[in-house]
């Protein structure tokens, strides 16, 4: 998103510069969680916000529309006292329902993005999710994730990630940054320098990855020049190590990360941030104060310590404190703040943006992704003609399998759920109560290994009326060794969240409704 401003932009830069004092200044550069009481900010969260705080994530779970007038009142208070508008960010990877929990369109994650293939596509899946973000007041995303996923056992980044070589990564990666922006969304490239060939999840420990210097400039850095030369707005720094390259240190405080390898070599001149500070790879030896004053040292811009407002006087005091000891920079202080400000006006934010409500209301209760492409989002492997019986049954006792049976049902399908556990000799059982139906045992291994979902797979096929929907981001053609029909759908992450876009997809294979 880097250009050429309005002298009025700029005007209005220069001008806030000139007023915010160091504390205001150090404040806008961090990151914390807000809090609600009866729908609207917390006394902490106005606080944070009145002393400065730069960017709030993430509001708790709530409506679309309760959230869009929280956001408003965020706005009017930064207004009320004198400051630019906090920056409202979020996961939004699949939509407004991965931040909010509910409403807006579910869209593909980006493995399913993956499966497709196609840059047309995931340019119109950032597109849309951006509008609708910026309705509930949302200003930037921290997407996409362009991780290029290198070891067999990746235990967080999944589907997440578009799981495919590092070319098309860039190319799809750039595609959706380009979407987003396009449409008034800040986006983020994640989670550089790359964080796909890690065997260690950075929410419980710090990773040490043993990358080569080849591994690390044809592979895992392609996607995120792909996104500097897309004019993405912001990258955000993984918790991680990289000894054979000279990181000794989490690259969130490394100098060399930062300075040297965004600013210098790729020439990025946008706002670097650092993922959480409350990840146990960094918190459990630094807290989010002074985690904050490693990270700004080194060259980040903003400090994402994702800990509670009431926090936030804490951690601009002891920023106060740094700076004071000369252990942080004033002037790369005002290149920082600056940074944020060029932001705000690329997407609008230095004129008044009120919301509409009765547009953020439409969103309440929730879209269904309609889309020509939207069936090449999951993947079906078949020896033989799918055989699709007088009525649909879903097998399985997981959440899926029951969000599963909830979306067909809301499609009008005649199905039913039968909740039994996916072991050896469960099909038959279904099959006799079910005679002639088509059965579609859903599997949701999570994280377990490619190798474990396969078993599961060879358990649970044989039925020749059974089509087996794993929960997975791999081909389906990676699970051509087993017997029967396999489709493979990108539906649950990590953590639990769950995109319908994947769940009508698989639909729209099963039951031949393109």
């Given amino acids: ?121 995931a340019y119109r899946v950032a597109a849309a999710g951006a509008l609708e973000a910026r309705a509930a007041g949302f200003h930037w995303t921290f997407s ?23 070319e098309q990564t860039a190319a799809l990666g750039a595609a959706q940054i380009r979407g987003y922006q396009d449409h008034g969304m800040l986006a983020t490239a994640k989670h550089f320098p790359g964080h796909g060939d890690s065997s260690v999840d950075s929410h419980l420990d710090l990773p040490r990855v043993a990358r080569t210097v080849e591994q690390h400039e044809e592979i895992h850095l392609a996607p995120f ?92 005091a002891h920023l106060l404190a740094a700076l004071a000891e000369g252990r942080l920079d004033e002037e790369q202080i005002d290149a920082s703040v600056r940074r944020l400000l060029r932001a705000r006006v690329a997407i609008g934010l230095d004129q008044p943006q009120p919301l509409d409500f009765d547009r953020a209301a439409a969103l309440d209760e929730g879209l269904v992704w309609e889309d020509p492409s939207r069936s ?37 399908l005649p199905l039913t759920l039968e909740p039994e556990a996916l072991v050896p000799g469960a099909l038959a059982k279904v099959g006799a109560r079910n005679p002639g139906a088509l059965l579609i045992p859903v599997v949701d291994p999570g994280p377990v290994p490619l190798a474990r979902q396969l078993e599961v797979v060879r358990d649970a096929v044989g039925d020749p009326h059974a089509v087996v929907v794993i929960n997975s981001g791999e081909p389906a053609q990676a699970f051509g060794e087993c017997a029967g029909r396999v489709l493979t759908a990108a539906a649950v992450d990590a953590f639990g969240i769950v995109t319908d876009a994947a769940i009508d997809a698989a639909f729209d294979v099963l039951t031949d409704e393109e």
């Fill in 225 to 316: 020049r792909a996104a500097v030369e897309a004019g993405v707005a912001s990258i955000m720094v993984a918790h991680l190590e990289l000894p054979a390259l000279g990181i000794d240190v989490p690259a969130t405080f490394s100098r060399t990360v930062n300075r040297v390898w965004l600013r210098e070599e790729l020439g990025f001149e946008g706002v670097i941030i650092t993922d959480s500070l409350g990840m146990a790879a960094v918190s459990g030896q630094y807290d989010a104060a002074e985690g904050a004053v490693l990270a700004l040292r080194a060259g980040a811009d903003v400090a994402n310590a994702k800990c509670a407002a009431a926090e936030a006087p804490r951690i601009v």
């Fill in 144 to 166: 996409p994730c362009v991780d290029v996923i290198t070891v067999p056992d990746d235990p967080i980044l999944g589907i997440r990630a578009y799981g495919v070589p590092a």
């Fill in 376 to 412: 090449a989002t999951v993947s079906l492997f078949t020896r033989e003609p799918v055989v699709v019986g007088p009525k649909q049954v879903v097998v399985g006792d997981s959440a899926l399998a029951r969000r599963f049976s909830e979306v067909g049902v809301r499609r009008g």
């Fill in 1 to 121: 998103m880097a250009g050429t401003l309005s002298d009025r932009g700029e005007r209005w830069i220069d001008d806030l510069l000139g007023r915010l004092t160091p504390a205001q200044k150090l404040a806008q550069l961090v990151l914390v969680v807000p809090g609600v009481a009866d729908g609207r900010p917390d006394a902490a969260t106005r606080a944070a916000l009145e002393l400065g705080i730069g960017a709030l994530h993430s509001v708790p779970a709530m409506p679309v529309s309760a959230a869009a007038r929280y956001h408003d009142e965020v706005r009017q208070i930064c207004a009320a006292a004198g400051l630019p508008s906090a920056l409202l960010a979020g996961n939004l990877e699949s939509g407004l329902a991965y931040a909010l929990g509910s409403g807006g369109t579910d869209f593909p994650y980006p493995r399913g993005i993956g499966l497709t293939g196609d840059a047309e596509l």
